[in-house]
């Protein structure tokens, strides 16, 4: 099966059990001819997806009644994979989403490492410093990469915790993360997982 | 007593029980004849302030050795009038301070109510909301404006009211921040009332 996740900097690929990612701005979804099964939160690349015959949107084939409808179709596919869990999808923004006994109760979104690291930057010059994430969490911070790294981290980081569920670490950042939330369990697939799941119960593979 | 507070985005005078802001980028320091106390944390304004005899830098009558660095000094002010509590100073940044049994235990910096929305815009437009106050922090959100709200604001109310202090509001924001930290005491005179203390501790006026 050759599946794609697209999001707002790369398409994502896995093809068997060989995963591989594209630049959205450079990559041409035409050049590739099978048959291809995909998601796709990005607006422009969904428009041209529409007229190639050859890739197919999993998300046409998605009960959305338990989701709202600006959810993007990257979390609801981790969701559909997930039974009992809090979602922490690192990429250009993280969302957070939390599934107890199977039920999606809500989720959240919160920036990206990048964009999050440009913001510090915006508000003045004197906090242009990369994120520690070998920060100790429970020291509160006496400089200032420190002081940002745990604005950025800690707060997301007990937001987290507070469901006391399990946590799965997915998306480009999942293994920086990891060294934040030391016990969750790391899936990059898990977005592959759920639509996977989809297309089996939607019986069109 | 004359005073006033500078940040990245204002003037902030305090002149008997009158306080009033103006705009660091049209106001004119020179234009004030009379003896004045301050603190800044804009580097131009501080360069400014320096050659006017009459502005007199607070800054100047502390104990920095119970402080970092490159923490800013409307920080330190506030912790100064701080005995037992998490400082939360919403600004242009959003800085948090925690202060227990007199002794400053360090603080962490997150970003304020506009530079966080402009992140959230640069993730996506279709992230482009404002920020909702009105938020009830115990649902997870069902929709994209509570999402990134919850996200910007339970995010950082975990974390302080994780520290178990009493939290005292002040800055800019204060009022809206209210709205999220129900319990916490509003106290638009902190950073005055720090810069008090500390003048009147070192007998300077």
Same mark, same amino acid.
């Given at each position: 099966m050759f599946l794609c996740d697209i999001g707002n900097t790369s398409y994502h690929f896995l093809k068997d059990i060989n995963s591989y990612k594209k630049d959205v701005n450079s990559f041409?979804?035409? @050049?590739?001819?099978d048959k291809i099964y995909y998601v796709c939160v990005n607006e422009n690349i969904s428009q041209k997806l529409e007229?190639?015959?050859n890739w197919i949107d999993v998300?046409?084939?998605?009960?959305?009644?338990?989701?709202?409808?600006?959810?993007?179709i990257d979390r609801i596919c981790a969701v559909e994979a997930t039974k009992n869990a809090v979602i922490v999808d690192a990429g250009s923004a993280i969302t957070v989403d939390v599934v107890k006994n199977g039920e999606f109760l809500g989720g959240f979104i919160y920036p990206g490492v990048r964009v999050m690291k440009k913001t510090y930057t915006n508000i003045s010059s004197v906090l242009d410093y990369s994120f @520690?994430?070998?920060?100790?969490?429970d020291i509160m911070p006496k400089n200032s990469q420190d002081a940002i790294s745990y604005g950025f981290l800690k707060t997301l980081y007990s937001e987290v915790i507070s469901h006391d569920l399990p946590i799965i670490l997915t998306g480009g950042d999942a293994q920086e993360f990891k060294k934040i939330f030391k016990d969750a369990k790391l899936d990059e697939n898990l977005i592959f997982d759920g639509m996977k799941y989809i297309i089996k119960k939607a019986d069109i593979c």
């Open positions: 041409e979804p035409s @050049n590739i001819k007229k190639l015959d998300s046409e084939f998605i009960d959305k009644s338990k989701y709202y409808k600006t959810m993007g @520690n994430f070998d920060l100790d969490l």
